[in-house]
């Protein structure tokens, strides 16, 4: 029998966490047919062997997909998991995350039914510890917790993933966001061709886990501002070759103000050489998404901020201690 709802989970090096995430997903309470595929990325802490515990205890509700090698999380989410999901909705989990309202997906899937121009719902999340201690209540600003239209949500509207429910209408996926650092923001611009995302305030926050073994809860900001740029390069080139020229615009003048701000950090913090590879980067980029004449005025757009920014340096007082 073909489930309703497929919930995707990748996990590598969770042990301390899966059990308690994959209990959150087989606790919820449907009138519907759940189905769990997991993405077991050859861990090495015996995550493997916890998800055999559970799957043991729950026999025939959990799919394990077990690699011989370790694939990468994209690879592993996009290449393994999303074809294996069967359902008409797919749920997305990550193995050290929980999810913390057990009429969640009933919530979901009754409004995507109801609303067949929808193809995204999500929530709000809190932020917890190792421990499972609360460390931040809220994952959204308030401003963010609100309905996306379809044109909002391809432009990088704020969804959290560990919350999303979702159409099963991407069946395949496009070779630039294997290159692509934030996969889940790739994903929003591909669903976004389906309708727009609805916001559920009557769902309890899910719980994200900040831990030192995250992949981005303790990434430096300057990193992931980089590794966006990666993102939003990749996305510039798929939508050119979709057709979606609007949007594919958005990401080119996004992404010049990305690297402004890089530029700007760069020489905030006395990271000259840094700031200086910035500025050529931005210039390149502007040669090759806008125009040769553009590049001259970013140029001197840069110019004047590191002017300003030198006086504000040298009007600032030193403190002698």
Known sequence: ????????????NHAPFIRQCLLSILEQITQFEVEIVVGEDCSTDGTREEIQ????EFPGRITALF???NLGALH???DCVMPACRGEFVALCEGDDLWNDCHKLQKQVDYLRAHPDCVLTCHDASVVNEKGELVVESRLKNHEKKELTAIELGQGG????????????VRSFPQEL???????LFLCVLLSEFGYCHYHSDINPAKY????GGVWSLRPQIERWKNALITYSQLIKYLDGAGRKSLRDFYIYFSIDQQETIFIHCLSHRKYADGLKSFFNLIGFTMRHRSMLAAPRAAARLIRMAGRIAIQKKMTPTHQT
Do not use: E, W
Not at 158 to 168: G, H, I
Not at 209 to 212: L, N, Q, V
């Open 1 to 12: 029998m073909k489930p309703t709802v497929s919930v995707g989970i990748i996990t590598y």
């Open 53 to 56: 515990r559970v799957m043991a």
């Open 67 to 69: 690699h011989n090698q």
């Open 76 to 78: 592993n989410g996009y």
């Open 158 to 169: 704020y969804v959290l993933a560990l919350t999303m429910c979702f159409r099963n209408r």
């Open 178 to 184: 294997y290159k692509s650092p934030n996969g889940d």
């Open 209 to 212: 886990r900040s831990h030192h």
